[in-house]
T-cell receptor, first 109, second 112 residues
Framework: GQQVMQIPQYQHVQEGEDFTTYCNSS?????IQWYKQRPGGHPVFLIQ?????EVKKQKRLTFQFGEAKKNSSLHITATQTTDVGTYFC?????????FGAGTRLFVKA | DTGVSQDPRHKITKRGQNVTFRCDPI?????LYWYRQTLGQGPEFLTY????????KSRLLSDRFSAERPKGSFSTLEIQRTEQGDSAMYLC??????????FGPGTRLTVL
């Protein structure tokens, strides 16, 4: 079945450093959504990308959708301790939503 | 609070018992999803409702799992004859036509 893979699994950064997580699929993604889950919390929607090559920004967060719609990335500039959590991508085509395993971000002050 | 609510928040049960969880979506959201999440993994899709119709169900779901949304509002997820492998966080999410899914706080199930 369809799988959405995320790398890296974990990332430790010093506060102020940049962070990037990558989302890949062997099949064409319909739409890609990104969620953030704080430790002990539930996933919270960040953004949806629909178009090939789309780039969206939210303050220090930059989201990209690959030209072939088989990959996506989330880049955080100058991380802060509030960025701690797990970032998930999800393919939301059709009725079924397929989540990646997530990238857990640790930020050291 | 107008967010997605789930009840109970925690459930401890013995192997072989049946359990039922409830999800109340955001008012007027016609789409409702159930997921299962284990430690270190992303939410795993279980089933999807549009209004009262169950339109998608994961093939990974055994016959012990059943979900309903009788009036197109709240939903229930029942697990029969629970097994230790069923221990997980069960998440519910709802959305409208914008596709943004709003998750509830989850029900943590522990099967002893």
């Amino acid at each position: 079945g369809q799988q959405v893979m995320q790398i890296p699994q974990y990332q430790h950064v010093q506060e102020g450093e940049d962070f990037t997580t990558y989302c890949n699929s062997s099949t064409t993604l319909s739409n890609i959504q990104w969620y953030k889950q704080r430790p002990g919390g539930h996933p919270v929607f960040l953004i949806q990308l629909v178009k090939s090559g789309e780039v969206k920004k939210q303050k220090r967060l930059t989201f990209q959708f690959g030209e072939a719609k088989k990959n996506s990335s989330l880049h955080i500039t100058a991380t802060q301790t509030t960025d701690v959590g797990t970032y998930f991508c999800a393919d939301t085509g059709g009725f079924k939503t397929i989540f990646g395993a997530g990238t857990r971000l640790f930020v050291k002050a | 609070d107008t967010g997605v609510s789930q009840d109970p928040r925690h459930k401890i049960t013995k192997r072989g018992q049946n359990v039922t969880f409830r999800c109340d979506p955001i008012s007027e959201h016609n789409r409702l999803y159930w997921y299962r999440q284990t430690l270190g993994q992303g939410p795993e899709f279980l089933t999807y409702f549009q209004n009262e119709a169950q339109l998608e169900k994961s093939r990974l779901l055994s016959d012990r799992f059943s979900a309903e949304r009788p009036k197109g509002s709240f939903s229930t997820l029942e697990i029969q004859r629970t097994e230790q492998g069923d221990s997980a966080m069960y998440l519910c999410a709802s959305s409208s036509s914008t596709d943004t899914q709003y998750f509830g706080p989850g029900t943590r199930l522990t099967v002893l």
